[in-house]
């Protein structure tokens, strides 16, 4: 009688807690520094996800080693609803090329796609390139010669992946994040990068760099005259760079689908995919389960390319 009691217990109280949620605080946890792009994008949903709780909903930014110190805190935090991380693609990265990596990924539930974010290939305009079969030829001619601004893991991922694509060497050069990074190409210090639009945006309008594909499968309405980079012959590379929210495996299915479905709501609303456009991004409203498959495939396609371009476990 007591064992089954105490089964029933523990079968009821996550459900009681997920049909009373949500009834209190939510830290939204963002890996990076106040004033990037992930960072404007959290402190847009926050009131938007407050207002709908009726419960306050603040970020809170945990930085450092890459992003993996907010990841770790989020997948070791209580299954509730209460705690959650909004990450990128480097969230798919961290796997592939940490050697002791302090959090199972595997601890982390997928909730909500927030948005598609393309990346765009750039160059000084030092650089002769005008078109990436251009770049190519110039990298094919004189290998290693072309310095690739990396600004972080991402960028030297999507660098990797277009290098073994086109069969070029780079001179990968680190940078500490992607506005560094893109200065330096700016500055011609550095002759090209791949990084994400709204970075590059702005600086691409002044012309100041010069935009050569996007990575996307698609092009996209920020800069429509610009190629993807499968259209400009290298069909096998397109990059869908994302935003998304996770939380802790375990958290209750009710509380995710409840999670999921006002972050629907909230990506489409007028004002919130204004503002994602002038990021250059597109609102994504979908399922936990097929944004998890998303997820999922681009760890698969990351550790591919960290084992081919041999980048060694940090």
Same mark, same amino acid.
């Given at each position: 009688m007591f064992k089954r009691l105490l089964l029933w217990l523990l079968v009821a109280v996550p459900s009681v807690a997920a &049909?009373?949620?949500?009834? %209190?605080?939510? %830290?939204?946890?963002? *890996?990076?520094?106040?004033?990037?792009?992930?960072?404007?994008?959290?402190?847009?949903l926050a009131p938007k996800l407050s207002d709908s709780y009726k419960q306050p909903v603040i970020v809170e930014n945990r930085t450092g080693a890459n992003g993996?110190? #907010?990841?770790?805190?989020? /997948?070791?935090? +209580? *299954?509730? =609803?209460?705690?959650?991380?909004?990450?990128?693609?480097? $969230?798919?990265?961290?796997? &592939?090329?940490?050697?002791?990596?302090?959090?199972?990924p595997g601890a982390m539930? @997928?909730?909500?796609?927030?948005?598609?974010?393309?990346?765009?290939?750039?160059?000084? !305009?030092?650089?002769?390139?005008?078109?990436?079969?251009?770049?190519?030829e110039l990298a094919r001619r004189e290998p290693g010669k072309l310095n690739f601004a990396q600004g972080g893991l991402t960028n030297r991922i999507l660098g990797e992946q277009f290098r073994l694509e086109t069969n070029v060497q780079?001179?990968?050069v680190p940078y500490k994040g992607s506005n560094p990074a893109t200065l330096a190409v700016v500055a011609g210090e550095s002759d090209l990068t791949i990084t994400d639009s709204a970075t590059v945006a702005p600086h691409v309008a002044s012309g100041k760099l010069r935009a050569l594909a996007v990575t996307t499968p698609k092009r996209t309405s920020m800069m429509p005259a610009v @190629? !993807?980079? +499968?259209?400009?012959?290298?069909?096998?590379? /397109?990059?869908?760079?994302?935003? =998304?929210? $996770?939380? @802790? +495996?375990?958290?209750? &299915? #009710?509380?995710? %689908? %409840?999670?999921? &479905?006002?972050?629907?709501?909230?990506?489409?609303?007028?004002?919130? +995919?204004a503002r994602f456009a002038a990021l250059g991004a597109e609102p994504v409203a979908?399922?936990?389960?097929?944004?998890?498959a998303l997820v999922r495939g681009q760890m698969a396609t990351v550790k591919d390319v960290a084992v081919r371009a041999k980048i060694p476990m940090e």
């Open positions: &049909a009373q949620y949500p009834e %209190r605080l939510t %830290r939204l946890v963002s *890996p990076f520094s106040p004033g990037g792009g992930l960072d404007i994008v959290a402190r847009l993996q110190i #907010a990841n770790e805190f989020v /997948a070791k935090s +209580a *299954p509730d =609803g209460y705690t959650l991380l909004i990450d990128t693609l480097g $969230f798919a990265v961290h796997p &592939a090329v940490t050697k002791n990596l302090p959090y199972d539930e @997928p909730v909500a796609q927030l948005l598609s974010l393309p990346f765009v290939v750039v160059v000084s !305009t030092k650089v002769p390139a005008k078109s990436v079969g251009e770049l190519v780079f001179t990968f @190629p !993807t980079v +499968a259209e400009v012959g290298v069909p096998g590379y /397109a990059v869908t760079v994302w935003y =998304g929210i $996770f939380a @802790p +495996a375990g958290t209750p &299915a #009710a509380v995710v %689908r %409840r999670l999921n &479905a006002e972050l629907n709501k909230i990506v489409m609303m007028p004002d919130v +995919a979908t399922t936990p389960e097929a944004f998890g």
